[in-house]
């Protein structure tokens, strides 16, 4: 899928959100919960409105999910590579 790929129009976006989940681990791990997910989940308020912030969830009541498919694609991709070692 060339949209969710670092050399896709969004690259510089999407590498920018992944630098500052990288920095932050237990909002990384969150959001990979979110993302691993299929329906919204509820994951700790704070790191929920953090991940808000960033646009990377949509709130719904006290569960949560993927704001779009772009970036669950994408870091679900990223997840993977990492798991194989690729």
Sequence with gaps: ???TS???IYGD???RLLNVL???????NAFNQVIAAEDAIHI????AYRLDGLGLITMQNDRVSASCDLYRHYFRELISIEKTGA
């Design 1 to 3: 899928m060339q949209h």
């Design 6 to 8: 670092e050399q896709g």
């Design 13 to 15: 976006h999407l590498r």
């Design 22 to 28: 990288q920095m932050q681990p237990n909002l990384e």
């Design 44 to 47: 700790e308020p704070t790191l």
